[in-house]
């Protein structure tokens, strides 16, 4: 059975940095993408970032790009979201998710399984 566990959320003042960790059980990274959703209050889930099967390709939000940063350990099967720069706008629940077709999307309903969430909230 496929899992997928977010932690790494809390909250942090506009500017700072935090690290969120997605393990993944069940099934292996070289075989799915992994790509980063978030939601907030009163808004729908929208693509934050993803990496392909490979670990080649990588998809960024435009909000985000410069300011977040997606990596993997296959050893580990985790994937990691790096968010440094975080405003007050970046507040949401985080989730992680996986694509059995293993491309870099950011498309919402080609994800097949996805995680519970993690809150991120920033702010002074």
């Known amino acids: 059975q496929s899992h997928l566990v977010e932690s790494g959320g809390g909250l942090v003042q506009p500017g700072g940095s935090l690290r969120l960790s997605c393990k993944v059980s069940g099934f292996t990274l070289d075989y799915f993408a992994i790509g980063w959703f978030r939601q907030a209050p009163g808004k729908e889930r929208e693509g934050v970032s993803s990496?392909?099967?490979?670990?080649?390709?990588?998809n960024y939000a435009d909000s985000v790009k410069g300011r977040f940063t997606i990596s993997r350990d296959i050893y580990e099967n985790t994937v990691y979201l790096q968010m440094n720069s975080l405003k007050p706008e970046d507040t949401a629940v985080y989730y992680c998710a996986a694509d059995g077709a293993g491309i870099a999307t950011l498309i919402l309903w080609e994800y097949d399984y996805w995680g519970q969430g993690t809150q991120v909230t920033v702010s002074s």
């Open positions: 990496i392909s099967s490979s670990g080649g390709s990588t």
